[in-house]
């Protein structure tokens, strides 16, 4: 009984909660990043395919095999298909949860960083200065690992709390003060002098810069950005009732988590294209931390605005990271019969570990900051594994599973629980179908592409 594990309080809780755990960097720094380096406004349209064709149909068929089994996503795919060797889906998606939290607690210990620094004036407006400033904090080996461990002890003191007090409580308060701060943001950055230019970039494509890594990249980012392809979904799936709607909620958190993400790009192209000598190509990891504080300097009450900011951005980090670490602690509690506190505790450390590595990769050491015979940092090669090849897939897996092996008739008498299910002639055509092919396809001229 998904009752006795815990549960959600109410639908709104569950939605802000899986909305909670979409929304985050990956929609306020990854995207924006990506959309740079990936050639502006192509790369976004490429985006908005991968999430209306192949997510949103996985993110329907994760919370359905989460409801149905009531597990984690290893227990999940052994309870509908035992004795098979599907199980191992679910044990990728586990390992992605801890993988994907090591790099992304490093991201968030800088926005945390940022809030002393908004707080403080120590962010100008600046160009030069702010860029220079970027790089010699991320460069502070000790004060980069000491805030990744502060994101790792919050998170895990929010996951022993539980589903109800500690996962729903939080979110609740958070998603609608973000949101309100975003199209503040927005309006802010489209009405500076010159933002011409940087919406131009955001929504004119390039067709001549077609490419299968950037669909691979789209793919990778659209299902990070939705939580996707490791199992969140369908852990928290096993917490919610029958009585809800499990179709409408996915469109919600599908349609928050794509709204953010596109108002992220309103914000940052067009107040970096004011910018002198701004290239979206070359900005990296850094671009938000570099183009926001000189934003917030044209805003009267700016530092008041930086410090709101990168608050929310931190806490909307937080929601995500409490389910990251939640897969692998279901994982223990569920198959393993752990109870919730030294689950979250050893994986927490394991985390840490694993963390390290990439917390010193942005500078402070040489060796992995620039790995030899893989010509990046270890930061980047484990978002590029994580996310461009582990979850899209664990996606592929998961739609064949759900289309093939526990078949859409099985699926689909889940999913009219709680109310009939709109549409669902097209999502088990896409679930069946394109779902499979589309991502079989990228994941396999990708790999083409690299090797050659
Ligand atoms: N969706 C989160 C973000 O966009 O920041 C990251 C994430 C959370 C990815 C949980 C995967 C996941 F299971």
Redesign the pocket.
């Known amino acids: 009984m998904a009752g006795a594990r815990g549960a959600f309080g109410s639908r709104f809780g569950f939605i802000l909660a899986a909305a909670g ?7 306020i720094w ?1 995207f924006p990043t990506k959309v740079g380096q990936g050639g502006g406004a192509l790369f976004v349209l490429i985006y908005l395919i991968c999430v209306v064709m192949i997510c949103a149909p996985i993110m329907i068929a994760e919370l359905a095999v989460g409801r149905r089994s009531g597990k984690d996503p290893v227990g999940a795919f052994t309870a509908i298909k035992p004795g098979s060797s599907w199980w191992l889906a679910g044990a990728l998606g586990v390992m ?2 801890v993988g ?1 939290l090591s790099f ?1 607690s490093v991201i968030a210990g800088w926005t945390i960083g940022y809030i002393y620094f908004a707080a403080s004036g120590a962010l100008t407006g600046d160009s030069a200065a702010t860029s220079a400033f970027f790089g010699e904090f991320v460069g502070n080996a000790p004060l980069s690992i000491g805030l990744t461990f502060v994101v790792l002890a919050i998170t895990a003191g929010t996951l022993m709390g539980g589903v109800k007090q500690g996962i729903e409580r939080m979110t609740k308060t958070l998603m609608p003060m973000l949101l309100v701060l975003m199209v503040l943001l927005v309006v802010r950055a489209v009405t500076l002098p010159g933002a011409g230019a940087g919406l131009s970039y955001y929504l004119n494509p390039d067709f001549s810069k077609l490419s299968f890594r950037m669909f691979n990249t789209a793919l990778g980012q659209a299902f ?5 392809g ?3 979904m369908i852990t928290y799936g096993s917490y919610l009732a029958k009585s809800e709607n499990m179709t409408r909620a996915a469109m919600w958190v599908v349609l928050v ?1 794509t709204l953010v993400a596109l108002m992220a790009g309103f914000i940052i192209f067009p107040a970096g294209f004011t910018l002198a000598g701004f290239d979206p190509t070359s900005t990296g990891p850094g671009l938000i931390f570099v183009v926001l504080p000189q934003l917030f300097a044209t805003i009267p009450g700016g530092q008041l605005v930086g410090v709101a900011f990168f608050v929310m951005l931190t806490m ?2 937080i929601t ?1 990271t409490i ?2 670490l939640e ?1 692998p602690t279901a994982h223990l509690i569920d198959s393993h019969g752990w109870n919730r506190r030294k689950a979250v505790l050893v994986l927490a450390g394991l985390t840490f570990l694993l963390a390290v590595p990439s917390a010193l990769s942005q500078g402070a050491s040489p060796f992995w900051s620039n790995l030899p015979g893989v010509g990046m940092d270890f930061l980047s090669l484990m978002a590029i594994v994580w996310n461009d090849f582990a ?1 899209p897939i664990g996606g592929f897996l998961l739609a064949i599973f759900v289309g093939h092996v526990w078949r859409v008739d099985q699926a689909l008498d889940e999913l009219n629980q709680g109310g009939t299910m709109p549409a669902a002639g097209v999502w088990s055509f896409l679930i069946q179908w394109v779902c499979p092919a589309a991502i079989g396809l990228i994941i396999f001229f990708t790999f083409k592409d690299l090797l050659s």
């Open positions: 755990s979409a929304v985050g960097l990956g929609n990854g992605a949860g994907i992304y990070f950005s939705l939580s996707l490791m199992g969140a988590d909307a980090a995500s389910s990251l897969v979850l």
